[in-house]
């Protein structure tokens, strides 16, 4: 199947920056949408971001302006780039992502998830 390994999560100070990545590895035929998480603790999990394949993105409104999903289809990566950290910021942060697994026979959906990087923005 797909793996999805993540990394850049840390501490860092209210006002800082981190960007997370998140790599797919496996038999990858095709990656549609890819997106980032985050649950807090006590809280649910939450959209923080979202790439589709061509490029278009959306952001949860709480991080509009602060931080900026990319992609680069070559290396089955997506990127989060995390600016004016803020302490409500804190989570652990999950990639996701969807598409197409090439198997022995066979072509077959795939949806991965991340083991989740942590994020600590200290006030």
């Known amino acids: 199947q797909v793996q999805l390994v993540e990394s850049g999560g840390g501490l860092v100070q209210a006002g800082g920056s981190l ?11 095709v990656i549609n949408a890819m997106a980032w998480y985050r649950q807090a603790l006590g809280k649910q999990r939450e ?59 066979r072509v077959s959906d795939f949806g991965s998830w991340g083991q989740g990087t942590q994020v600590t923005v200290s006030s």
């Open 47 to 105: 959209l923080v971001a979202a790439i589709s394949s061509g490029g278009n993105t959306t952001y949860a409104d709480s991080v509009k302006g602060r931080f900026t999903i990319s992609r680069d289809n070559a290396k089955n990566t997506v990127y989060l780039q995390m600016d004016s950290l803020k302490p409500e910021d804190t989570a652990v942060y999950y990639c996701n992502a969807d598409g197409l697994v090439l198997g022995p026979s």
């Open 19 to 29: 960007r997370l990545s998140c790599a797919a590895s496996g038999n990858v035929f």
